[in-house]
């Protein structure tokens, strides 16, 4: 049974070669992945994919599952870079409409549980704890002096007070960010298939606003 703790390499490469074989090692994976299957990804697979000798792939990686937490690291990496730009369109929504805001907001979360979900499921379930991306993404905005979202989310609602329920917006704003992440982690979990539905995802906007509005 897993702690939830991500698998780790034996070492870190230091020189140009190391990382270069490394980098294969990680595309391979990839690739394997992408046109074979989870099913079809090994230590030996991966290392003929990637034209090494197994031996090599050893020097660094333990097994498949250290493999992958390393590819997870590098695709969680560029998720977050990705997302800056996502931030500053949906900065851009705040003040034209509370729908609009959410339902990006909503699009954001979901594209980013389905890119980690859809590299390989069962390891993304098992691991998800520690592939937090929202915990990534916290990090980086408030490295750059941004409130997290924790803080943005309920200062977002204030902006629209006029529009809203009567309720402690403190309070509401927590309520809010709670259903939203349960219903799509039981998704991720129950119903993968319905992140991809529109439909779906009017849903989650419905719920949202039904509980904040008048």
Same mark, same amino acid.
């Given at each position: 049974?897993?702690?939830?703790?991500?698998?780790?390499?034996?070492?870190?490469? +230091?020189?140009? +070669?190391?990382? &270069?074989?490394?980098?294969?090692?990680?595309? @391979?994976?990839?690739?394997?992945?992408?046109?074979?299957?989870?099913?079809?990804?090994? &230590?030996? +697979?991966? !290392?003929?994919?990637?034209?090494?000798?197994?031996?090599?792939?050893? *020097?660094?990686?333990?097994?498949?599952?250290?493999?992958?937490?390393?590819?997870?690291?590098?695709?969680?990496?560029?998720?977050?870079? *990705?997302?800056?730009?996502?931030? %500053? $369109?949906?900065?851009?929504?705040?003040?034209?409409?509370?729908?609009? &805001?959410? %339902?990006?907001?909503?699009?954001?979360?979901? &594209? =980013? =549980?389905? *890119?980690?979900?859809?590299?390989?499921?069962?390891?993304?379930?098992?691991?998800?704890?520690?592939?937090?991306?929202? !915990?990534?993404?916290?990090?980086?905005?408030?490295?750059?002096?941004?409130?997290?979202?924790?803080?943005?989310?309920?200062?977002?609602?204030?902006?629209?007070? @006029?529009?809203? $329920?009567?309720?402690?917006?403190?309070?509401?704003?927590?309520?809010?960010?709670?259903? =939203?992440?349960?219903?799509?982690?039981? %998704?991720?979990?129950?119903?993968?298939?319905?992140?991809?539905?529109?439909?779906?995802?009017?849903?989650?906007?419905? #719920? #949202?606003?039904?509980?904040? =509005?008048?």
């Amino acid at each position: 049974m897993s702690n939830g703790e991500l698998p780790q390499p034996r070492k870190r490469p +230091r020189q140009q +070669r190391s990382q &270069t074989l490394v980098q294969a090692i990680r595309e @391979a994976c990839l690739k394997i992945l992408e046109k074979e299957g989870p099913d079809r990804l090994t &230590t030996q +697979r991966i !290392a003929d994919v990637a034209g090494i000798n197994i031996a090599s792939l050893y *020097q660094y990686f333990p097994n498949k599952e250290a493999v992958l937490a390393d590819v997870y690291e590098e695709r969680m990496a560029g998720l977050v870079a *990705q997302t800056e730009g996502e931030f %500053a $369109r949906i900065h851009a929504l705040t003040d034209q409409g509370l729908e609009a &805001t959410l %339902a990006a907001i909503i699009d954001l979360e979901i &594209t =980013l =549980l389905l *890119q980690l979900y859809q590299m390989y499921p069962d390891f993304y379930l098992q691991y998800q704890q520690s592939l937090d991306i929202r !915990a990534r993404v916290n990090e980086l905005t408030q490295s750059r002096s941004n409130p997290s979202w924790e803080q943005w989310f309920p200062d977002f609602l204030r902006r629209h007070r @006029a529009r809203l $329920r009567t309720g402690d917006i403190d309070t509401m704003a927590f309520i809010a960010r709670r259903s =939203l992440d349960a219903c799509l982690q039981s %998704a991720l979990a129950e119903r993968p298939q319905a992140l991809e539905d529109p439909a779906f995802r009017q849903e989650l906007l419905n #719920l #949202l606003l039904r509980y904040l =509005l008048r």
